[in-house]
């Protein structure tokens, strides 16, 4: 049940109250409404050294949503005063953002009257949020204070989870694989594609299922850089086995492995060749 909150003549916080009595005080004339929500009254006369037990504000934060409780700390236990969902704003901020930017940039190229856009010399100060995230932030950080001028508070506890959501996906995840999305093997044999010409580099067949190849093997050292990597066809990986590309008769490739494909990052995905591991 949630309590009444209860300040006296100089609005100083009490203890949360049942409803009951507070509907006593209310119809007695010793109290009035204060606010409606978080529903307060306010006594008309001071009251002198007033009891009042431990209170703590309990802040359970999320995306959507915020969990706000009051707990009071009496002989029995900890008992709970008053709960709330507090709703976020978050996506409703970040939608009438883009909306103004859409009006913005609408109107410049219906050339009618507009604001310069301001991409120069632009910077954020130190600790900056996002809207949607400084939105949520201070709604929390509102009710905390509105809370505390209404009850004695003596503490705040805040609830702080970490996730690790790439690992929630793929619990086996480690080390630098933290920074390959998951189209980055994808990406890999792209770029080894279109940097060998879609054919393998050692007999130059084509039209033909490729497989990606360590040109220095990794039992012999080699590593999975770019610069390590080719592709051939299945009998070419087949035959090199354990040799580095040099002992199967192909040192420049060696060199060649090493110069980057030129405009790699503009490159769009095309259809591609079919390309298995190796």
Request: glycine share 8%; aromatic share 6%.
């Amino acid at each position: 049940m949630q309590k009444v909150f209860v300040l006296d003549s100089n609005k100083q916080p009490l203890m949360p109250t049942h409803p009951a009595k507070a509907r006593k005080l209310l119809a007695a004339g010793k109290a009035a409404i204060y606010r409606r929500y978080p529903f307060t009254i306010i006594l008309k006369e001071a009251v002198d050294e007033p009891e009042t037990q431990p209170v703590a504000i309990k802040l359970d934060p999320g995306s959507n949503t915020t969990g706000i409780s009051l707990v009071a700390q009496f002989a029995r236990g900890w008992v709970v005063l008053w709960a709330a969902n507090l709703c976020h704003r978050g996506q409703a901020v970040k939608t009438g953002l883009d909306k103004r930017r859409a009006i913005r940039r609408g109107r410049r190229n219906r050339k009618t009257r507009y604001r310069q856009p301001r991409f120069n010399n632009r910077t954020r100060p130190d600790g900056w949020l996002a809207p949607s995230l400084e939105s949520r932030v201070g709604n929390v950080e509102t009710w905390a204070r509105r809370l505390a001028g209404l009850t004695p508070v003596s503490r705040i506890e805040v609830e702080t989870v970490r996730f690790d959501t790439h690992k929630l996906v793929n619990p086996e995840i480690s080390g630098v694989e933290y920074q390959q999305g998951e189209l980055f093997g994808y990406e890999v044999r792209e770029y080894l594609l279109g940097k060998w010409g879609r054919k393998c580099a050692y007999c130059g067949a084509e039209n033909t299922p490729l497989e990606v190849e360590h040109l220095v093997p990794r039992s012999r050292g080699g590593s999975n850089r770019v610069s390590n990597l080719t592709i051939s066809c299945r009998p070419c990986n087949q035959a090199k086995g354990s040799q580095t590309a040099a002992e199967f008769g192909h040192p420049h490739l060696l060199a060649q492995a090493k110069q980057p494909l030129k405009d790699a990052a503009g490159r769009s995905t095309v259809p591609a060749t079919p390309l298995a591991t190796g």
